[in-house]
């Protein structure tokens, strides 16, 4: 059994980030109804990433809304709108990100669904929170990235801010929608009570960066420095980074700088005895470390590191991981399948209960894919 | 009364995954209570960024277990891990990091602790899964990032491999931890069983590439390339990206570039009419607005962009931030005071519930501050 079985979840929001949370808790187990606009649906069915369209949609629609239903309503019309509260009002819990405002203009802001459904579990997620000069932002995952802070953290001193080349910000803030979802849903199973649950953006992205921004706050308010090269975090020293071999890439974590000068048969190193300099000196440090790695290869440098629990990598990409071994042995790839039968490949959920991976064989919907149903089912019925 | 008050919570777990989620659950209500050994403590408290540390710990280790409680104990000693046991009896959730093996020799596998409770929800993370052959490998934040495909990611064309600057990968591994622990409870409100929840950073690394793997999956496996400048997604055809302004820089998010074109009075644009180029010249097109950009400065073009609705931002460095009324809006900091009297200076779990911050009702322990009292109070 799936930990969410008999969980309903009306899910009116779009693009990535509540999606992302949906997706979980889908995978978890739950029953997830899309709820979407006639026509368009979510504009992430036409948001193409690469060019890339599946069976007509963004490969990036279909990444993110396998393994849920679509049933299509336009919440201004007032037959459509009365169909989706009476969804609501057998739900368990109810999730959206539109822009502060707007919800109450639908009229599916929480007082008024609290009042048809006391004991439900009200999820919202905002770009900037629901006060402050930030409130009416587009809450888009670059933007909240460059206003947090975070594009100066990656990269080498001198290059630009350099955001992270994913989104983020839209799939932290979905993993902590889906942690108060969860949290207040344990609280209705044991009391009844239902919650209303509120993450934004920027809270969510402040907190990913938790260790750095309490180090401003204890460093006098430093500005954030990168190593000159060979950088992996703007905040650790030496050796802590990625470094260039005859072949390919290394990357190395912790480690005394002395012992790795030993190890590797680089003297410079050893005149670095004091802990402390190792930040302090990085830069130089990185250097001498980054001039003796590029004179042979990764498979030789690793094979003198591991032994000695160094702690360090071969850099990969995708068509070299996917083809190990340690890989391999946690099947991470699932194919699923859309209703007119087209299949595609996607990763699986990576929670492992019990022994037993979270899989489905799911698609994602079409638009509307779902409506009769639903409407016999759950609102006729 | 918070969502979680109720649930006692065993952190054997070190360092940040492990540990990151339970800051979570201490801070949505549960009580957490980290196991440590006697004198040094977990291995975290030695990690500090900038050599910074306070009260004997790094502030690394602060940030990550504020709101715990905790207990010292040898498992290694049979009288300590007597204790132990007693302690797991009551407890409802335990979390532990260990390499595969080491708590089988310590005799609190899953196997013996569901004997001992059998409603507990037992947590693990590991590096790469309990089985193959990277199964006893070093599950260490960077290592991950590296083996993941995901440095490749960020950064510019012709840039080295760029990981994030941040624990990423134990930080996203200790969501999903969270994600399975309280799912879990929620089963066993039902049912009244436990479960064994597992995680590990390559999976949940690999999670969060759930998009563009999914595109790679089914585009015939083409590599990701970056942008030449200013990238900000592999994925993502212009203008997404970061540009430089006369005084400083500009980000620009996904929208139609003829709009934008017109929007900024940059005639070079017009001749993207097929939005198919925006991907394919991506390099051409962000060369073009580059040179065009660095003419005003940022609030001149935010000033000029806002009001056509076009999505772009200002980029800030902590300080322009943290001093910024959107920020002081949210009260996202919180102080909290040491035993030694130096104080903590944080910010805040990241969930609101009924409209209600939540903040941290006291700071990180000190190895075994609460041993005395958690042992009169459920009598071991």
């Known amino acids: 059994m799936k930990p969410l079985e008999d969980i309903l979840i009306i899910d009116l929001s779009q693009f990535l980030s509540a999606p992302s949370a949906t997706l979980r808790l889908a995978d978890l187990g739950a029953r997830v109804i899309k709820v979407e606009r006639p026509e368009t649906g979510d504009i992430c069915r036409q948001l193409y990433v690469s060019n890339v369209i599946l069976n007509g949609e963004s490969s990036v629609f279909r990444a993110i809304n396998r393994n849920k239903e679509s049933f299509q309503a336009d919440l201004k019309n007032e037959i459509d709108k009365q169909r989706v509260l009476k969804l609501v009002q057998k739900a368990d819990v109810l999730i959206h990100n539109f822009r502060p405002g707007v919800i109450e203009r639908l009229g599916f802001d929480y007082d008024t669904i609290k009042k048809i459904n006391p004991s439900i579990v009200y999820g919202d997620i905002s770009g900037y929170g629901s006060e402050g000069p930030w409130k009416a932002k587009p809450g888009q995952d670059l933007l909240v990235q460059s206003l947090s802070g975070l594009t100066w953290l990656n990269g080498v001193d001198g290059s630009g801010p350099t955001p992270v080349g994913l989104a983020v910000v839209d799939i932290l803030s979905g993993a902590h929608l889906v942690q108060g979802i969860l949290a207040a849903l344990l609280k209705k199973a044991r009391t009844g009570e239902g919650s209303k649950v509120s993450v934004s953006m920027l809270e969510s992205i402040l907190d990913f960066q938790f260790e750095s921004i309490t180090t401003f706050y204890h460093d006098g308010g430093a500005p954030t420095v990168r190593p000159k090269s060979n950088s992996a975090h703007a905040y650790l020293g030496a050796p802590y980074g990625v470094y260039k071999t005859q072949n390919g890439y290394l990357a190395l974590a912790m480690g005394a700088i002395p012992f790795l000068g030993e190890l590797l048969g680089c003297k410079e190193l050893t005149n670095y005895p004091e802990p402390a300099s190792w930040f302090i000196e990085r830069d130089a440090i990185k250097k001498a470390l980054a001039d003796h790695l590029a004179t042979d290869t990764t498979e030789k440098w690793l094979s003198i590191l591991e032994p000695a629990d160094i702690w360090c990598a071969n850099i990969m990409d995708w068509d070299t991981l996917f083809t190990q071994d340690g890989f391999k042995v946690l099947n991470m790839i699932q194919k699923v399948t859309m209703r007119d039968g087209f299949e595609y490949e996607t990763t699986r959920c990576p929670i492992k209960i019990d022994g037993e991976y979270l899989t489905s064989s799911l698609g994602s919907p079409m638009l509307g894919e779902h409506t009769d149903l639903i409407l016999k089912e759950l609102i006729e019925g | ?380």
């Open chain 2, 1 to 380: 009364m918070r969502p979680l008050e109720g649930v006692l919570v065993l952190e054997f777990a070190q360092f940040m995954a492990g540990p990151s989620a339970g800051l979570k659950l201490a801070d949505l209500g549960a009580r957490v209570i980290k196991i440590e050994r006697p004198g040094s403590g977990e291995a975290g408290r030695g990690i500090a960024l900038k050599n910074l540390f306070l009260d004997g710990s790094s502030l690394v280790f602060h940030t990550a277990n504020r709101n715990k409680d905790s207990y010292a104990a040898n498992l290694k000693d049979p009288e300590d891990l007597e204790r132990v046991k007693k302690l797991i009896a009551q407890a409802d959730v335990m979390t532990h990091n260990f390499r595969p093996g080491v708590m089988e020799k310590i005799g609190l596998d899953y196997k013996t602790v569901e004997a001992i409770n059998p409603k507990m929800i037992y947590a693990t993370v590991t590096g790469y899964g309990t089985e193959g052959p990277w199964a006893k490998k070093p599950g260490q934040d960077l290592l991950v990032q590296s083996m993941s495909g995901f440095a490749n990611l960020s950064g510019d064309k012709d840039d080295d491999p760029v990981p994030v600057g941040a624990a990423l990968s134990d930080i996203i591994t200790g969501t999903h931890l969270a994600h399975g622990i309280l799912a879990s409870l929620l089963r066993r409100e039902k049912t009244n069983k436990g479960a064994l929840v597992e995680v590990s950073l390559l999976e949940s690394t690999l999670d969060f590439q759930f998009e563009v793997i999914t595109t790679y999956l089914n585009d015939g496996n083409q590599k990701p390339v970056r942008a030449k400048q200013g990238n900000a997604h592999a994925y993502l055809g212009a203008p997404y990206g970061v540009y430089k302004t006369k005084d400083s820089y500009i980000s620009l998010a996904m929208g139609s570039l003829l709009t934008l074109g017109e929007v900024l009075k940059c005639d070079a644009l017009a001749v993207y009419t097929d939005s198919d180029s925006w991907f394919t010249d991506r390099d051409e097109i962000m060369d073009i607005l580059r040179s065009f950009l660095i003419d005003k400065t940022t609030v001149e073009w935010l000033a000029i962009l806002e009001p056509a609705g076009i999505w772009c931002s200002d980029v800030y460095d902590y300080k322009k931030l943290l001093n910024h009324e959107a920020y002081k809006v949210l009260q996202m900091d919180q102080r909290l005071q040491l035993l030694s009297g130096e104080e903590v200076h944080t910010t805040r779990c990241p969930i609101r519930v009924n409209d209600e911050r939540l903040f941290a009702s006291k700071p990180a322990p000190r190895v075994g501050q609460h041993t005395e009292g958690i042992i009169k109070e459920f009598n071991l």
